[in-house]
Nanobody, 122 residues
């Protein structure tokens, strides 16, 4: 069983930056892709970014392109999400999950972490 733990969330002003981490433990599936999703209050969970095991392939939601960067350190079993130029609409709980192949489709992901709250003030 794989456990994913997100960290790095917090309160930041608009225009600021945060870096989220997603650490994997247990039966780590190092060949799996990993992704970030977010969920704002009253809204559905939406795709943010994903990365292949090698790190060579990445996908981003259109609204995150140019602002967010996903990366991974397989030696640490950790995936990162660098978030720059944050906007109030980026507020939500950010979740990390695994996928057999890199994808942007929520149903393809599993082993969800508990999430980390990101709040962007205007």
């Amino acid at each position: 069983q794989v456990q994913l733990v997100e960290s790095g969330g917090g309160l930041v002003q608009a225009g600021g930056s945060l870096r989220l981490s997603c650490a994997a433990s247990g039966r780590t599936l190092s060949t799996y892709g990993r992704g970030w999703f977010r969920q704002a209050p009253g809204k559905e969970r939406e795709f943010v970014a994903s990365i292949s095991w090698s790190g060579e392939t990445t996908y981003y939601a259109d609204s995150m392109k140019g602002r967010f960067i996903i990366s991974r350190d397989n030696a640490k079993n950790t995936v990162y999400l660098q978030m720059n130029s944050l906007k109030p609409e980026d507020t939500g709980v950010y979740y990390c999950a695994l996928a057999r192949v890199v994808t942007s489709k929520l149903p393809d992901f599993g082993s969800w972490g508990q999430g980390t709250q990101v709040t962007v003030s205007s």
